[in-house]
């Protein structure tokens, strides 16, 4: 069972920044994709970036270019790098993985991933 456990969550004010870490129980060097999901209040979660073994990142639209995934494979840790925050970006952020080592088509369906952490939240204000 691999564990994944999200820091770095708070209120920032509108274009501000903020990284979030998922620190995971088991080497992020042996899973085959990593991403982050958000789930507002009343909406569906939905996938914000994933990477891939490889280091392929995929971002959805409506965080490209302010938004970076990244992996530090020496900690076992997973960063969501947040520039130019709108309010429209607060919500709960998850941590997702999967160490099946098989190829999934679309890195930000929720349907990828078998671990999820608990979750950060994150409040931008205007």
């Known amino acids: 069972q691999v564990r994944l456990v999200e820091s770095g969550g708070g209120s920032v004010q509108a274009g501000g920044s903020l990284r979030l870490s998922c620190a995971a129980s088991?080497?992020?060097?042996?899973?085959?994709?990593m991403g982050w999901f958000r789930q507002a209040p009343g909406k569906e979660r939905e996938g914000v970036a994933g990477?891939?073994?490889?280091?392929?990142?995929t971002y959805a639209d409506s965080v490209k270019g302010r938004f970076t995934i990244s992996k530090d494979n020496a900690k076992n840790t997973l960063y969501l790098q947040m520039n130019s925050l709108k309010p429209k970006d607060t919500a709960m952020y998850y941590c997702?993985?999967?160490?099946?080592?098989?190829?999934?088509?679309?890195?930000?369906?929720?349907?990828?991933?078998?671990?999820w952490g608990q979750g950060a939240q994150v409040t931008v204000s205007s």
């Open positions: 088991e080497y992020t060097a042996s899973s085959n994709i």
């Open positions: 997702a993985a999967n160490y099946d080592g098989r190829w999934y088509p679309n890195p930000l369906s929720r349907t990828t991933y078998n671990y």
């Open positions: 990477v891939r073994s490889d280091e392929s990142a």
